[in-house]
């Protein structure tokens, strides 16, 4: 049986193939009572775990916790780490969501990674956690409800093993980074393991990335222009980690060879050298190695995934690594349809990012910090029965120019004598609402009110007004 099996791989399947299946092929199919000779397994690079429970190979969290019900086109895994005084997450996660349309999300999963080495009950984690599940309700809610799959992941304590701040030292690099880097590379072999059989293809991205809308139609239509099936990784950045594109049946190899080395290097050289150990000649130059990779590795122009961190995740570390063709960054997301309104506000316009222009889609509107009682109202004419908003604040440029839980959002029902208070903008600067049922008023306006002074300018990137 096996030697039928074997005629029909390619000879990238068949490394894979024998990493799967190599105490089957040396028994030859007849079981003996005891193996002759040991192999090596992915636990000798990890010995810690032969120590631990099973539950040291499974998320100490997965949320939501139900099965997905069908196998995703594309996975994106992304690990998020604790950085001092800062998160891109949130907005990488909007970046994502927002890029993409219905039939896009159907075929996508979002993995987010949680790493850190504490477990589950880290503060990091929690916070992390609830920053998300503010954020990202509707996403985070039953299989039937959601816009696009979301989950959450984290890593039990005891994945990491208890010598993580005493790794020997390589490359001259400090205590304090190479116990970044190897766990860095922890982080992304879990990640990886947890995804490898959830979809068809495995995209890595970083924690402080945006990307543009349609990215993802772009990433399948560029897997359907190979002129082959031997390319090992699409690129669609050429920094760091971000945007690499894998098949999942590839993973195993990938992951097995990141942790052979992952107290020795950082991921991102790993990666350089599978491509140089796998098709580069010894006796060639550099330059036919580079040649070679290039079958292997095949890039995609222009880059669809921009960096947008400066904080890195080694304390101390700034960095303003930057995608040279990736164009400008979206600043907002327009929605041309909004129902007829008349629109005012007496914040400071900030040049010509008025409050006109982010309504109707046609740019983001910008305003010199507000002062308490400040307001933007919205004047329906004729009243519409409301079926939702909603207001985000900031951007990937300005994430800091929101609104927060002091700004409420109002409504006036026609012919009503007050207005009803809805919601507040979360710590991210969000405000939503939606209206079912019974719920769905006649209104004629909306209002946002400001309550207390704030020291930061606002930027609405996005004003969204459902209506029938």
């Known amino acids: 049986m096996l030697a039928n099996v074997w005629r029909r791989l390619t000879d990238r399947d068949r490394e894979l193939f024998l990493l799967k299946n190599s105490v089957t092929l040396c028994l030859n199919e007849t079981p003996?009572?005891?193996?002759?000779?040991?192999?090596?397994?992915?636990?000798?690079?990890?010995?810690?775990?032969?120590?631990?429970?099973?539950?040291?190979?499974?998320?100490?969290?997965?949320?939501?916790?139900?099965?997905?019900?069908?196998?995703?086109?594309?996975?994106?895994?992304?690990?998020?780490?604790?950085?001092?005084?800062?998160?891109?997450?949130?907005?990488?996660?909007?970046?994502?969501?927002?890029?993409?349309?219905a039939q896009e999300k159907a075929a996508t999963?979002?993995?987010?990674?949680?790493?850190?080495?504490?477990?589950?009950?880290?503060?990091?984690?929690?916070e992390q956690l609830h920053s998300i599940q503010s954020e990202f309700a509707t996403d985070l809610e039953s299989v039937m409800k959601r816009t696009v799959d979301l989950q959450l992941i984290v890593p039990p304590?005891?994945?990491?093993?208890?010598?993580?701040?005493?790794?020997?030292?390589t490359f001259g690099d400090s205590e304090e980074r190479v116990y970044w880097r190897t766990k860095q590379n922890l982080d992304y072999i879990f990640l990886m393991?947890?995804?490898?059989?959830?979809?068809?293809?495995?995209?890595?991205?970083?924690?402080?990335?945006?990307?543009?809308?349609?990215?993802?139609?772009?990433?399948?239509?560029?897997?359907?222009?190979?002129?082959?099936?031997?390319?090992?990784?699409?690129?669609?950045?050429?920094?760091?980690?971000?945007?690499?594109?894998?098949?999942?049946?590839?993973?195993?190899?990938?992951?097995?060879?990141?942790?052979?080395?992952?107290?020795a290097k950082p991921v991102d050289w790993l990666l350089d050298l599978i491509f140089v150990n796998r098709y580069c000649h010894p006796e060639k130059s550099s330059k036919e190695c580079s040649q070679a990779v290039k079958q292997y590795r095949v890039r995609?122009?222009?880059?669809?995934?921009?960096?947008?961190?400066?904080?890195?995740?080694?304390?101390?570390?700034?960095?303003?690594?930057?995608?040279?063709?990736f164009g400008k960054v979206q600043l907002y997301v327009p929605h041309e349809n909004n129902p007829p309104a008349v629109v005012t506000t007496n914040l400071v316009t900030y040049k010509s990012h008025d409050i006109e222009g982010a309504y109707n889609g046609r740019n983001f509107f910008w305003s010199l910090a507000p002062h308490a009682d400040d307001h933007i109202s919205f004047d329906f004419k004729p009243a519409i029965k409301l079926r939702g908003f909603l207001f985000k604040t900031g951007n990937?440029?300005?994430?800091?120019?929101?609104?927060?839980?002091?700004?409420?959002?109002?409504?006036?029902?026609?012919?009503?004598?007050?207005?009803?208070r809805i919601t507040s903008f979360n710590e991210h600067g969000t405000a939503r609402a939606s209206f079912d049922g019974n719920d769905v008023a006649l209104i004629d306006s909306l209002k946002i009110v400001v309550h207390n002074d704030s020291s930061n300018w606002v930027i609405f990137s996005e004003i969204f007004i459902k209506n029938d």
């Open 32 to 101: 003996i009572p005891q193996l002759t000779i040991s192999f090596p397994s992915f636990f000798d690079f990890l010995p810690h775990l032969y120590a631990r429970s099973p539950s040291a190979l499974r998320p100490a969290v997965i949320y939501p916790n139900d099965t997905f019900s069908t196998v995703a086109k594309v996975v994106i895994g992304i690990p998020t780490v604790a950085r001092q005084n800062f998160s891109y997450l949130i907005p990488t996660l909007q970046s994502l969501i927002s890029g993409m349309n």
């Open 109 to 126: 999963l979002i993995v987010v990674l949680i790493a850190d080495e504490h477990g589950a009950h880290s503060q990091f984690v929690n």
């Open 157 to 169: 304590h005891s994945w990491y093993p208890p010598d993580l701040h005493a790794v020997p030292a």
């Open 193 to 263: 393991l947890y995804c490898q059989g959830k979809g068809e293809y495995y995209l890595q991205l970083e924690d402080d990335v945006v990307t543009k809308p349609g990215f993802m139609s772009r990433i399948h239509d560029f897997i359907a222009q190979q002129p082959s099936d031997s390319w090992f990784m699409l690129e669609f950045s050429t920094l760091g980690f971000i945007g690499k594109l894998f098949r999942s049946s590839d993973l195993p190899l990938l992951t097995q060879f990141i942790v052979l080395f992952h107290r």
């Open 300 to 325: 995609a122009r222009p880059s669809l995934f921009q960096h947008i961190g400066v904080h890195s995740s080694l304390a101390g570390k700034l960095q303003k690594l930057r995608e040279q063709d």
């Open 396 to 420: 990937g440029e300005h994430q800091r120019d929101i609104l927060n839980e002091n700004a409420v959002v109002y409504l006036h029902r026609k012919n009503s004598k007050d207005f009803e």
